[in-house]
């Protein structure tokens, strides 16, 4: 059955700052969510948009794991 098929997790995820486009890849955690980041160049800190679990969610180039098992809507 195609829906009791493991998936494919994936841990690393590029965040990308909205204000100054700086990308920074981060490893995340299986089982929490980040959900204040501070940018790296700029300073800015980000948070989740609405609706959005964690900043991976929010700004990543892959949404949490929580996200790609389907257990949170993004």
Same mark, same amino acid.
């Given at each position: 059955?195609?829906?009791?098929?493991?998936?494919? @997790?994936? =841990?690393?995820?590029?965040?990308?700052?909205?204000?100054? !486009?700086? *990308?920074?890849?981060?490893?995340?955690?299986?089982? /929490?969510?980040? @959900?204040? =980041?501070?940018?790296?160049?700029?300073?800015?800190?980000? !948070?989740? *948009?609405?609706?959005?679990?964690?900043?991976?969610? /929010?700004?990543?180039?892959?949404?949490?794991?929580?996200?790609?098992?389907?257990?949170?809507?993004?």
């Amino acid at each position: 059955d195609y829906f009791s098929m493991p998936r494919n @997790i994936k =841990y690393r995820s590029i965040v990308k700052c909205p204000i100054c !486009k700086f *990308k920074k890849e981060l490893v995340m955690s299986a089982d /929490s969510h980040l @959900i204040l =980041y501070d940018c790296e160049e700029c300073n800015a800190r980000l !948070k989740p *948009k609405n609706n959005d679990c964690c900043i991976f969610c /929010s700004y990543g180039s892959l949404p949490c794991p929580t996200a790609q098992k389907g257990q949170f809507a993004t």
